[in-house]
């Protein structure tokens, strides 16, 4: 069963902040994140596999939520190099389910 | 490592051709997957190996679809016939054995069926 993500899109101004959610029906035991450049393959930013575990990449750090069953994903001080579709995916075995996407448009 | 090698980049083929799509994956990763997005659908997962044998093929839209993986190094998924509403971008991933492991995704197939 697919993650549900929200928003569906985001328009930011260079260094503003983001916040991206995903959250599933189902008992979450990982959270996987990715972002995809439009015309290019989805690239792996992290993968959180605690409760509560939170994890940092650059200025894109994500939280995991177990028992809510959710994950958010934290943009700081955006860039322009940050746009792209936000994917988190969830599985339980082996089996990656990603969630409808989060387009994020940073502009100047 | 040059990564997870998918090809064609782009295919375009008549409704009823068969089209085969190729991926090596990343050496020493025992998983691969083949997932397909549309605008419509986002990224589904079609089917999945674990050290080459097929584990969960229930994405599989039909029997025109079918995957193998003859060898830790080579795996093919093949539509026949082809049909246009099988156009998309049609992507391959490989993962290590430790759960603490991310997909590293080809560059993708894209398919048009006219």
């Known amino acids: 069963q697919q993650p549900v993500q929200s928003p569906q899109a985001v328009i930011l101004r260079e260094g503003e902040d983001a916040v991206i959610n995903c959250s599933s029906s189902?008992?979450?035991?990982?959270v996987h994140w990715y972002r995809q450049k439009h015309g290019e393959a989805p690239v792996f930013l992290m993968i959180?596999?605690?409760?509560?575990e939170q994890k940092g990449h650059e200025k894109i750090s994500a939280s995991f939520n177990e028992k809510k069953q959710q994950s958010s994903l934290y943009l700081t001080a955006s860039q322009l190099s940050y746009s792209g579709t936000y994917f988190c995916?969830?599985?339980?075995?082996?089996?990656?389910?990603f969630g409808a996407g989060t387009r994020l448009t940073v502009k100047p | 490592d040059a990564g997870v090698i998918q090809s064609p980049r782009h295919e375009v083929t008549e409704m009823g051709q068969e089209v085969t799509l190729r991926c090596k994956p990343i050496?020493?990763?025992?998983?691969l997957f083949w997932y397909r997005q549309t605008m419509m659908r986002g990224l589904e997962l079609l089917i999945y190996?674990?050290?080459?044998?097929?584990?969960?093929d229930s994405g599989m839209p039909e029997d025109r679809f079918s995957a193998k993986m003859p060898n830790a190094s080579f795996s093919t998924l093949k539509i026949q016939p082809s049909e246009p509403r099988d156009s998309a971008v049609y992507f391959c991933a490989s993962r290590g054995t430790a759960g603490s492991y991310g997909y590293t995704f080809g560059s993708g197939t894209r398919l048009t069926v006219v």
């Open positions: 189902k008992a979450l035991y990982s």
């Open positions: 190996f674990n050290n080459n044998v097929p584990i969960d």
């Open positions: 995916g969830t599985n339980n075995n082996n089996d990656m389910r």
């Open positions: 050496s020493g990763h025992d998983y």
């Open positions: 959180l596999l605690k409760g509560g």
